[in-house]
């Protein structure tokens, strides 16, 4: 028979698409009704004109019919502002410790912070980025990216994503693509208008995006950061000490007085780094051999002078692969670097834990 009590246990599997949490427990089932096997209901949405309704509704539909309703008539509300603001200081205390220090910081938090970095703009740092989080995320793990490349930030545009960051209150909801949850700079600047900001602004800026972002549990965070040794990296290793770095060259622009900045970069910001990916680091063609366009050695020399490795070589994407979009496929030459790469990343971080 139905009652409230197994439709509400049966409502507690349903989520809300954005908030990754139970629609009862974000209070958003009311005044349910029963006439035989014919259940109505209201759902009060997080916000008006919610664009995720239509899931919300095929999600309630599977569970009730999943319990024996014949039918489910549903009534869509919203949250009223107080509502609203309850729901936001609740988001934001599962976020955020009493000192205002963002949750996902403290050394327990379980999340791993990646800083992508580099010495010089323009050797594959955001294509690191994306297709390392996307193949962290296809393994299964719960990614985010966060672009820290403020000024020049290209996220967004590369993984080819139109949509905005659901906001409740000032709280985002990160936008999602290829499984991965998304905030960049250019969530919030209108029509692609470059950011101004420099100093306490800017630090502000990166301290928001932690503790203003509804970010969920996470098992990676990955920091596209600008080029070169500037006021973000320096601001990254301040507030996220125990983040590792990932330092991407080509191997033409590992000469040594970049290697030297990279170094010195990674001595400044006291991250530990996790290693060099070199990228671009050759051509193969289908039937051919492999060319290296430019030249062999770059990386490793610059990984010897870091006293790290090279974790990866990414070859140039093939003519045909290269689809519009920076996230390579899964079955590409480059997506498969990516793959490798995110394998071995799980594998020392498991390693690690079984110390
Ligand atoms: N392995 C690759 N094969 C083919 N093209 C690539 C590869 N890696 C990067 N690119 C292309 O090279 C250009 C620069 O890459 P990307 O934007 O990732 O570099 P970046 O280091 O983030 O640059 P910036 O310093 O400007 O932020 C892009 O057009 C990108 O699509
Ligand atoms: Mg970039």
Known sequence: MLTNENILNALKEV??????????????VRNIQIEGTHISLDV??????????????????????????????????????????NLTASLKSENVT????????????????????????????????????VALARLGKKVGILDADIYGFSIPAMMKTNEKPTMIDQTAIP??????QLMSMGFFTKDNQPVMWRGPMLNKWIRNFLVNT????????????P?????????VAA????????????????????????????????????GVVENMAYFEPTDGEKHYLFGQGGAQNL??????????????????????SSVYDEHSIVGEAFTNLAEDIIYQEQKLVRL
Request: net charge negative; hydrophobic share 40%.
């Open 15 to 28: 989520n809300d698409p954005e908030l990754h949490k139970s629609i009862v427990e974000l209070n958003m």
């Open 44 to 85: 009060i949405l997080t916000i008006q004109g919610c664009p995720l309704k239509a899931k919300i509704q095929q999600d309630i539909e599977q569970a009730l019919k999943g319990i024996g309703a014949s039918s489910v008539s549903l009534t869509f509300g919203s949250m009223t502002d107080e509502e609203r603001r």
């Open 98 to 133: 009493n000192q205002g220090m963002p949750k996902m910081l403290l050394p327990d938090s379980g999340v791993n912070f990646i800083a992508v970095t580099s010495g010089k703009g323009g050797v594959g740092k955001s294509t690191v980025t994306i297709n390392l989080a």
């Open 175 to 180: 936008v999602v693509s290829n499984g991965v």
């Open 214 to 225: 509804h970010w969920g549990d996470l098992d990676y965070l990955l920091l596209d950061l």
């Open 227 to 235: 080029p070169g040794t500037g006021d973000v990296a320096i601001d």
């Open 239 to 274: 507030m996220i000490p125990q983040a590792q770095e990932i330092i991407v060259t080509t191997p033409h622009n590992a000469a040594s007085h970049v290697a030297t900045r990279a170094g010195l970069m990674a001595q400044h910001t006291k991250h530990a780094i996790l």
């Open 303 to 324: 990984a010897d002078e870091l006293h790290t490795n090279v974790i990866a070589q990414v070859p140039f994407a093939r003519p045909a692969e290269n689809t519009g």
